[in-house]
């Protein structure tokens, strides 16, 4: 049985054994082809337009529960609805973002008024402010009540669940969190992983394509082998959730990328030569969705060797 096959079926396994596998057992479908799906332990994810959101829901009820980003405001507005199909939803306890693109923000809007608490990073709170001041539109998102330096963690109020936020260094951005509900050992990655895609990099935000492969390093060791991975964005035809296998595979493409740039240029192949060459990086042949992203990935090996 192939991985994807096994984690699908994991999944369903899981569905199977929930109370709440009637509400959920479809997997929603409502505006604009979003659907959500349970994990385990009451969190699961949602899939739309953008980052991959994942949801915290207290007895399979939303009520009282916890949002991990927003995509954008018509898919939060989706996803709110599908929620207040299941059951009332006036309250969260937490929302929290793994960092402060728009795809992983612009819903905020939806949430935040709802949120007792909404936390990140702090230098993703200041890549937020950054942003909305550079495209004038600061004051239309509401910004984080709760900022964290090195980890953050609170008690759902159901009694049941606990969220933890870590910071592991600069990778994605300077302002990444993994974000752990630690009973049902899930971890969104937000987009420290881009599952056999070339991964966005925002060195303007912080970010730092060289440092990438030991905080992934750190991040598989912080958790264990049970732990399932909730990922930001995955190419077509792969899950946006996996297993430490996956972030080892991509602490590979980095290191693969880094020593592949390293050699070229030291050969003294210019960066234009190398970017029309390259359809994969020599080590990770998986990775080959998305050549403007892979050019951008180069350019940015590049510049820091
Ligand atoms: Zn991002």
Redesign the pocket.
Known sequence: MNRRHFLSSAATAALAASPVSRLFSRGYRPAADGAFKLLRSNVGYYTNRG?TIGVYLPGGMPEGGAIVDTQFPEQAQALLATLREQGTLTKLGVLANT?H?G??TGGNGIFAELADTYVCHERAKQNLVDNLAKSEQAGSLPLPSTTFQSGWSTNMPDGKESISLRHFGAA??GGDAVIHFENANVAHL??LLFNRRFP?I?PGAGGDILNWAAVMKDVRKAYDKDTLFIF?HAAEGYPVIGTASDIKAFELYLKSLHKYVKKEKRKGTSLEDLQAKTTTIPGAPEWQFGERLRDVNLQAMWDLL
């Open positions: 980052g960092h693109h795809d992983h994605h951005t937000g987009d966005y925002d930001g």
